[in-house]
């Protein structure tokens, strides 16, 4: 089920070549919505909350954590039937292509699941109602072989009881998002967007591949657009991708910026992303978070954000 790439930019041409980022805003200014925006600071190590419509500063911290073991790469926030709600952490350290995902209760941040890895993870998911968790590790140092799809399942219904499993070789792999509305895990790494079916329960959960489409090169992310659960944003190192679930090889190109490590639409139907720099001097990010739909940008200062994430614990 995969395309070319001549195949994949088709999908721009009804609408018009592909545009940067931000070179879509019409019309008059309207006021930015209220809602909170989580970033992951490599400088800091960290992650900050902070209100759309303030300024990112240190005095207008809302909450934050530290987790202790180096680059901060993701973060999630999901409710539990049996935890209630938590946020999830990935991120590399202490050591080359070393890394650590973990699972934390939001009332009081006690740990509830930890993992070590030694290909460096990107991102971690939580699969509703299986309970099974999933870890894209990215590459082992030297070089950008390694890629893997970890999975841990629970042997009962609680967070602290999951195990590891088995892991399913993915090139480069960096995002994992599970998808409520088709029950699929969506995953991009390397020039691949694929599907997965989670399948069993407990300690026989397994994901099986239902879907592969070819992207240009070094997909990054996977997320939500809140406002159409049909449609995901992909990222590479070249494209933001429209994407419809139910049609994914007609995958629009939304943007040709360079470097954008994450995307994603709120409700609102504002546009949140984090990219490199242009010139590549930094793969962790800038100390911006960008918005699309109109445009505008806010700076954390003396950040260097690699992600913005919305504090949302729905799945789409």
């Known amino acids: 089920m995969s395309i070319d790439r001549r195949t994949l930019l088709k999908g721009t041409a009804a609408a018009g070549a592909a545009l940067p980022l931000g070179a879509l805003a019409t019309g008059p200014a309207q006021a930015a919505p209220a809602y909170e925006i989580a970033v992951l600071d490599v400088n800091r190590n960290n992650v900050c909350v902070f209100d759309r419509n303030g300024a990112f500063t240190d005095d207008r911290i ?3 954590f530290n987790p202790g073991w180096g680059d901060v790469l993701e973060t999630r926030f ?3 039937t049996n935890d209630g709600s938590v946020f999830l952490l990935a991120g590399g350290g202490p050591g080359k292509g070393k890394g650590h995902a973990e699972i934390r209760r939001r009332a009081d941040e006690k740990l509830l699941w930890k993992a070590t890895f030694d290909n460096y993870p990107h991102c971690v998911e939580r699969v509703r109602g299986p309970g099974a968790v999933i870890v894209a590790g990215t590459r082992t140092d030297p070089g950008k072989e390694g890629g893997s799809l970890h999975l841990f399942a629970p042997t009962n219904g609680s967070i602290s009881s999951l195990k590891y499993l088995r892991s399913y070789p993915f090139h480069q792999a960096h995002g994992v998002l599970w998808d409520p509305l088709f029950g699929l895990l969506w995953a991009v790494g390397g020039t691949a967007l694929r599907s997965y079916r989670v399948e069993g329960t407990y300690q026989d959960i397994r994901l099986v591949q239902a879907g592969e489409w070819k992207i240009a090169g070094n997909g990054h992310d996977v997320q939500p657009d809140y406002t159409d659960t049909n449609v995901l944003y992909v990222t590479d190192s070249g ?3 429209r994407v419809d679930k139910r049609n994914p090889a007609a995958m629009e190109v939304s943007s040709t910026r360079k470097y954008v490590k994450s995307f994603s639409r709120h409700r609102s139907g504002e546009g949140v992303w984090t990219s490199a720099p242009q010139d590549a001097s930094n793969p962790f990010g800038t100390s911006w978070v960008h918005f699309r739909w109109p445009s505008a940008a806010t700076q954390r200062p003396g950040g ?11 799945y789409q």
């Open 304 to 314: 260097r954000l690699y992600k913005a994430r919305l504090v949302e614990t729905a």
């Open 78 to 80: 999901r409710d539990t």
């Open 62 to 64: 809302k909450w934050s």
């Open 239 to 241: 494209h933001v991708y």
